[in-house]
């Protein structure tokens, strides 16, 4: 028989927004917070850069403004970036106030007063980018567990694996999870639902993203009715580690904001070809330069060369880096690091307001599962740590100003699983999951043709049939639900890069190379979409 939970609020994820959320919320609300995982496993927990924020007296809200907006190549919501930008000086001291230690400049004077360390990354036109060394996200993401876990009102379940929400008269009252530990799904209610599930880059073969990164949130959202937007805009972060033995290590950006210098293997440097602005210039060109360079060349990767920096800056700002880069053969102090583009951040999502609500009354959305209109077409270094803390604040807000106001959830009926059997054909599982994500990275990548599009689309419909045949005759596991969710976002992901007719921002085509004179967004409204729209 299906257990059954009952809460206030149930937030699924445990990143920075999921946490940050869960921690907001009044200590009399009940909270259950759901990961698929162990704890510190999410995206958060490996961001190594840090958070962009407003800090410095030289630097001013409008220039951080300006500056997304530029990255944002025409896509960005005004409202949303000045909202964003506005909250960051106080989301950096309510985490400096739960204990996150930020790393402080060197040459202070010994007045006891504290300015941090800022470094300047790609896109921006200050140094405002707050850090701890190069382990930012594990640092934020250490402390915000502590603190969760140390608070009454929060019930942390892990292992959990969400299948779908419950809609009942009109609202979300809940979810159906899986406990990946029983084999068994539950049944979680609930006055309010936050999915803070984050992006879907595992839908490529080459990611600097965890497993969990399976688009669970969005798919979800869109088959409860809630509407998607752009997600033809999928960031590919210029610099993952090439190695054979490496998976998915991410090489932080501030390396290139301290210095760092792409170099061909030949040894010359090539971005200034591309753009003035150098190894500083926005993600989506340092990743197109080195994508065009790799093929031109046929070369496998190319190189990020800091070792003109002392090693005990190295030592001091990249201890990360360093000692990960050192376990495979590579001291960064005296050669350069093999790097290529990787699937890193999913720029769209669930569409929602600056108060995280999505079209269906009682479920919000949070962090990279969400679509604020801060990204637009090329989400800006370090901007993404900062939209989880700012927008899980006001959907806090406001899900505790109306908490009293929903009524408890009614009845839902317990999953049914009595027609399914265990399957014996797992391998159709991992076959699938790995055309998936071939076909998505061939055909769906840095750089795009109609013709590639087209046949992305006709793949993935087949692996969806396939799917939901399967789905329907076997008990769910956490592979076959990760893959369910992410053929869904990849059909979301090809049907909007097939409408946007132009090349702008992450989305590069060789049918379209110019921009529209308009910037729209692509917007997706499924067929049981809800009446009421938040956005």
Not at 54 to 83: M, P, Q
Not at 104 to 111: A, C, I, T, V, Y
Not at 175 to 193: D, K
Request: hydrophobic share 40%; net charge negative.
């Amino acid at each position: 028989m299906t257990n059954g939970y009952t809460h206030d609020v149930l937030v699924i994820g445990s990143g920075a927004a999921g946490l940050s959320l869960a921690l907001h919320l009044p200590p009399d609300c009940r909270v259950a917070l759901l990961t698929k995982g162990e704890l510190n496993q999410g995206s958060t927990y490996y961001a190594q850069g840090g958070m962009a924020a407003v800090l410095h007296d030289r630097d001013t809200v409008d220039s951080h403004v300006e500056d997304t907006l530029a990255a944002g190549a025409g896509l960005c919501k005004r409202e949303a970036v000045e909202f964003t930008v506005r909250n960051s000086r106080r989301c950096v001291e309510w985490l400096v106030s739960q204990g996150v230690d930020f790393d402080l400049r060197e040459d202070q004077p010994g007045s006891g007063d504290r300015e941090f360390h800022l470094t300047r990354e790609g896109g921006h036109s200050h140094r405002r980018i707050i850090h701890a060394a190069d382990r930012t996200g594990s640092a934020i993401s250490e402390v915000l567990t502590e603190r969760a876990l140390a608070a009454p009102n929060i019930e942390i379940f892990t292992h959990r694996t969400a299948v779908d929400l419950v809609v009942k008269q009109g609202r979300c009252q809940g979810a159906y999870i899986l406990n990946q530990q029983t084999g068994h799904v539950e049944l979680f209610q609930s006055r309010a639902v936050v999915l803070a599930t984050g992006g879907a880059s595992k839908a490529y073969l080459y990611t600097s993203n965890p497993d969990g990164a399976s688009g669970d949130g969005i798919a979800m959202a869109w088959r409860a009715g809630c509407r998607v937007a752009n997600l033809e805009f999928n960031q590919f972060h210029p610099t993952c580690l090439y190695h054979p033995r490496a998976k998915s290590f991410l090489i932080t950006e501030a390396i290139r904001g301290e210095g760092g210098r792409l170099l061909l293997p030949d040894g010359e440097r090539f971005m200034t070809r591309f753009d003035d602005r150098g190894e500083l210039a926005s993600r989506d060109v340092v990743a197109r330069a080195i994508d065009h360079e790799m093929k031109r060349l046929g070369a496998d990767c190319v190189f990020l060369d800091i070792s003109h920096q002392p090693r005990s800056f190295l030592e001091s700002h990249f201890p990360t880096v360093m000692s990960r880069c050192l376990e495979f053969g590579i001291d960064i102090s005296a050669e350069p690091i093999p790097v290529v583009p990787a699937a890193h951040y999913t720029c769209g999502g669930i569409l929602v307001d600056t108060d995280s609500r999505t079209d269906l009354h009682g479920l919000y959305a949070v962090g990279e599962a969400s679509c604020t209109g801060l990204h637009g077409a090329n989400r800006m270094a370090s901007n993404s740590l900062l939209e989880c803390l700012v927008f899980a604040e006001s959907a806090a807000k406001h899900i505790t100003a109306g908490l009293s106001k929903l009524a408890a959830p009614h009845d839902a009926p317990p999953w049914d699983e009595s027609q399914v059997t265990d399957s014996d054909e797992d391998v159709i599982i991992s076959h699938n999951w790995d055309e998936l994500r071939r076909f998505m990275w061939d055909y769906v990548g840095i750089v795009r043709t109609n013709k590639r599009l087209q046949r992305a689309q006709h793949r993935v419909q087949l692996l969806q049939a396939e799917i939901a045949e399967y789905y329907g005759n076997y008990k769910v596991s956490n592979d076959l639900l990760e893959l369910r969710n992410l053929a869904m976002v990849a059909e979301l992901m090809i049907r909007c890069a097939i409408s946007r007719r132009e090349s702008r921002g992450l989305h590069y085509t060789l049918d379209y190379p110019d921009l529209l004179p308009e910037a729209e967004d692509t917007v997706l409204r499924p067929d049981n979409a809800p009446r009421r729209v938040a956005a």
